[in-house]
């Protein structure tokens, strides 16, 4: 059952984040510092000149945060760094990103707000479906991960649900895990999705989401992977089509079911043992993420209001459009109905 094996919600305790520091050594020919980027992960990393530019690119994205009346700025350094590593390390494609990602999470309430890892509508997601991300990379450094239905019946699945679930889980990786990847590759597998799916698709969730995870999460995408496609995918895939870009697009792959072709993108070494790889059982692998998820309850509970954005304190004279079509996004909640 979905309570053995994670931690007790009664037992989570609040770890606080530590802001970037910055401390010379001297004595090994060149000039070093102990650069440490976040408390959760316990880690202290050594950098060389070369590498100081990253820090100042930090300092002055944190800079330009701190001077932006309507953004919050009380915000993890790992996921700063994440945005400037995304963006190629411009500054100004990292500040328009970082605006958006805001602003999308301040239109979709549904999704972002009210988030507690111990109610029973996210132990109800986590029940019927497998959101994992894999703990090793690619030999490209690329992060892999699984996202399925475990369970083929529907009846409990909540779509606005699922999508506030899976953001939990982007949240508690982007601000807690050190190791920023090349790359980033999402396999989902079809196996369990029938056409009873689609009738539980609320489309101005689904339209959020497109748009959070396409354009303002601070990833970079290189592969998308649909596996154990049935024979129906093309209905299932036109409801994401009129929100997908084109080139996120042109990185998709079908497998059909009992294939192997996965493995030619994908070492078998990286994938679960369901998938005839290395990296452990799917639900062992899971309950490691909803333990982080239930040690971030705190964070959760109060994330919606110290990054919440001030839309009339916001400048004039937005110069990026999709600022502006993120304010407008449809808070509706209307689902789609078959014929």
């Known amino acids: 059952m979905f309570q053995n094996g994670i931690a007790s919600c009664a037992a989570v305790k609040h770890t606080r984040h530590q802001n ?39 300092a ?25 590593t995304s963006s190629g390390h411009s500054i100004e494609r990292a500040k328009r990103t970082i605006d958006l990602f805001f602003t999308i999470r301040a239109n979709g309430p549904e999704l972002f707000c009210n988030r507690d890892p111990c109610s029973p509508e996210i132990r109800r997601v986590f029940e019927i479906t497998d959101m994992l991300p894999l703990p090793n990379t690619t030999k490209e450094n690329y992060r892999v991960f699984i996202y399925r239905l475990s369970n083929p019946n529907l009846d409990a699945f909540n779509f606005v649900d699922a999508i506030k679930t899976f953001f939990m889980l982007a949240d508690t990786r982007l601000t807690e895990d050190c190791e920023i990847p090349s790359g980033e590759i999402p396999v989902f ?9 689609i009738p539980k698709v609320n489309l101005s969730a689904l339209r959020k989401y497109m748009m959070y995870t396409q354009e303002a999460m601070p990833i970079r995408l290189k592969q998308v992977h649909v596996i154990n496609v049935p ?17 996120v697009a042109k990185l998709i792959k079908f ?24 990296a452990g059982s799917v ?32 400048p004039t004279g937005n110069v990026d459009p999709r600022v502006d079509k993120a304010r407008a996004l449809p808070g509706s909640f209307r689902s789609l109905a078959l014929d």
């Open 20 to 58: 970037l520091t910055l401390a010379p050594s001297v004595g090994t020919g060149r000039i070093q510092y102990t650069f440490c980027v976040c408390c959760y992960c316990s880690t202290t990393l050594r950098i060389t000149m070369p590498e100081v530019d990253d820090c100042q690119e930090l």
């Open 60 to 84: 002055t994205i944190k800079d330009w945060l701190y001077k932006q009346p309507h953004l919050p700025h009380d915000v993890e350094d790992i996921l700063l760094r994440r945005f400037l």
């Open 189 to 197: 597998d079809a196996a369990n999705v029938s056409l009873k799916f």
């Open 231 to 247: 024979s129906y995918i093309g209905k299932i895939y036109a409801l994401c089509k009129p929100f997908l870009k084109t080139e």
């Open 255 to 278: 497998h059909e079911p009992n294939s192997d072709t996965l493995y030619a993108d994908i070492s078998q070494d990286v994938l679960p043992t369901e998938y005839g790889g290395k």
């Open 283 to 314: 639900e062992s692998i899971k309950r490691n993420w909803i333990k982080k998820m239930e040690a971030k309850r705190d964070w959760f509970l109060t994330n919606d209001k110290r990054w919440a954005v001030e839309e009339s304190l916001r």
